[in-house]
């Protein structure tokens, strides 16, 4: 799922670059703070109000951000933000259950050397996440992009086992856009397997199959007879799902290619999203969790 976030203004943003009033310029920092839902903020253990939270009075220093949401059984956020002189630093969360289910960003602006210079830095919790500007693959985070475009642009970013972000940007003239995303974890699909559930299965097939072609509709794929715990491929863009030798998605690790609906048995997963199955000539590969599903 791709989450969309429109900034009340990108415009708010970049203040003509992330800038304040020229009255403004020589003291203050500015930040900007929305929630889903709202919460309670506090810069260095002091409450200073609710979301949606605008400041653009806020002295140029290093702030203990917390945010406390107003919905029971949501986990809070806090982060030490560095306020930069003339820059609006903007931060959006959506809160969870669980700290791993947290998804949002923040995004500031650093003044370069160089005046005509464009930057963009993406840096992503879970790292290797896969980073996209305008549709075109920019390489994994973090990531660091000098002579990029200025002006609006598209930034989506996703990794195996987390929910996709895209945000709105602006890239300016004579800095550095931050972009530091946090992915929300994907809840892995998991399906207890029941002797009832299995043996309707098999009477609905049976029911459909012609007496002659009985025995054969049990044999024709790798998986079946498969015992419990065990992964489905499930349905891909690409109508294919790669198995790799490690848990990332370098280019030089893909041992083949798996279809979906078909099974294999399951061996483990780890704390990015990957399982690790069982091939059926005994290879032993990891497959995204986010086109699996877990019968155990």
């Known amino acids: 799922m791709i989450r969309k976030i429109t900034f009340l ?6 203040f003509t670059g992330c800038t304040l009033p020229g009255f403004l310029r020589a003291k203050y920092a500015a930040l900007q703070i929305t929630t889903t839902p709202t919460a309670e903020v506090f810069l260095n253990d002091e409450r200073v109000g609710e979301t949606p939270f605008k ?4 002295k140029a220093q290093d702030y203990t951000v917390r945010l406390v949401p107003k ?10 933000v560095t306020l930069q002189p003339s820059i609006t630093t903007v931060i959006n969360f959506e809160f969870a ?3 791993q289910s947290i998804g949002g960003e923040i995004l500031s602006l650093t003044e370069l050397a160089n005046s005509e210079a464009v930057e963009i830095a993406v840096v992503s919790i879970p790292d290797n996440a896969s980073v996209k500007i305008d549709g075109q693959p920019k390489g994994f985070s973090p990531l660091k992009i000098k002579n990029a475009v200025a002006g ?3 930034l989506l970013v996703s990794a195996p086992g987390y929910k996709q972000r895209r945000v709105d940007i602006k890239a300016v003239k004579g800095h550095r856009l931050t972009v530091e995303v946090q992915l929300p974890k994907e809840a892995l699909l998991t399906q207890e397997a029941t002797p009832s559930a299995q043996t309707s299965a098999e009477e609905e097939v049976e029911s459909k199959t012609p007496s002659s072609t009985k025995a054969t509709s049990k044999t024709a794929t790798p998986s079946a007879e498969i015992k419990t715990p065990y992964v489905e491929i499930l349905d891909t863009p690409t109508g294919w799902l790669r ?3 490690a848990p990332t998605t370098a280019e030089d690790n893909e041992i083949t290619k798996l279809n979906p609906g078909e099974t294999y048995p399951y061996l483990e997963s780890n704390d990015t999203g990957w399982h690790k199955i069982t091939l059926p000539d005994g290879t032993e590969g990891w497959i995204s969790g986010r086109y699996a599903k877990i019968y155990k």
């Open 9 to 14: 203004a990108i415009a708010a943003l970049t």
């Open 55 to 58: 400041s653009e009075k806020l």
């Open 71 to 80: 919905e029971e059984g949501l986990v809070s956020w806090e982060r030490t």
């Open 97 to 99: 259950p669980d700290r």
């Open 152 to 154: 609006d642009h598209a």
């Open 243 to 245: 198995v790799r030798s």
